[in-house]
Each structure stands twice: as structure tokens, then as C-alpha cells.
């Protein structure tokens, strides 16, 4: 959907879908950008004893993404 979608818009995003959504995946993960989103405005918002961390929500999130690109068949 998202080749069919940015595809024209985006060259590399029809061209190689999985590598452009894998550097996607690690400028999340690199930029501290986000790391300070999460930490401003999810972790407030999440109640309870037990905190998720950005490293732990970004980890798992990375994990998700390789397996479901493991199952692709491109």
C-alpha cells in the first residue's frame, strides 16, 4: 500500500520499499529526536508501577518490523 501510495512521490520508496522502511526504522531509532517525543509525551501518560522505556518500546518495535519483513515475499 505505502509503494502504491508515496511510490510517485518518493522514487526510492517504489524502488526498494523494505530498505527505505529500514532506514525509516533506524533514523527513529538513532535520532534523539524521538527518544525525547516518547519520553515528553508517552511516558506521562502511561500509569501504573510498571514504566516502559524508549529502549524497550523501540526495541520491541524493531523486533516487530524484522520479523514481518523475515515474512515478506518480494
Known amino acids: 500500500m505505502d509503494i502504491q501510495r508515496y511510490g510517485r512521490q518518493y522514487t526510492l520508496m517504489g524502488e526498494e520499499p523494505v530498505v ?19 519520553n515528553n509525551f508517552v511516558t ?5 508501577d510498571e514504566k516502559v522505556t524508549w529502549e524497550q518500546a523501540y526495541s520491541h518495535f524493531a523486533d516487530s518490523v524484522q520479523r514481518i519483513f523475515a515474512q515478506l515475499k518480494l
Not at 20 to 38: A, C, M
Not at 44 to 48: A, E, K, L, N
Open 20 to 38: 527505505e522502511l529500514l532506514f525509516g526504522l533506524d533514523e527513529l531509532g538513532q535520532n534523539p529526536l524521538y527518544k525525547e517525543r516518547f
Open 44 to 48: 506521562p501518560m502511561v500509569f501504573g
